[in-house]
């Protein structure tokens, strides 16, 4: 069980379990998620951390098929910019390692927020802590468990 499974359910949340198994060559972790599951893409979110000017690292969710805007994400944290955090600084700080972190069951509580496509879905599927396991959960779920706000997120 990974450190986001336990939160989950020490948090109470409604979730569903979703594993799957990895191929180490997918190209989108995400997409292969989508396709594996047989779920809506669209349904299907990437968890991000960036790092603000001040040094600040944030969680941005969003939907597998889009890009995260920086400028977006750090207005959003009351920042003016943003870049994608190092890779190492990432899986120290949230325990998880890259295509595996989850918005829940971090380490260290981060700051977080959830692309607003979020609400046009019932329950999306976010990193379950690692490759091929992934929890579906009611947005507004997420968000009290991570303390999150909603914000557009995405480019164009």
Known sequence: MTPAVVAAKQAGLSIELC???????????????????????EAVFKTLVVQTVSKKLVVAIIPVLHSLNL????????????????K?????????????VSPLGQRKKLATVIDTLAKDH??????????????????????QATAANFANLIRG
Not at 88 to 100: A, D, E, S
Not at 136 to 141: K, L, T
């Open 122 to 143: 019932e329950r999306i599927y976010v990193s379950g802590g690692r490759r091929g396991l992934d929890i579906a959960i009611a947005p507004h779920d997420l968000a």
């Open 19 to 41: 594993e799957y198994s990895h191929d180490p060559n997918a190209e989108s972790y995400g997409e292969e998620a989508a396709e594996k599951l047989g779920v809506n893409v």
């Open 88 to 100: 190492n600084l990432v899986q120290r700080t949230t325990g998880y390692v890259l295509g595996g």
């Open 71 to 86: 400028k977006q994400i750090a207005q959003a944290v009351g920042e003016k910019r943003a870049e994608m955090a190092d």
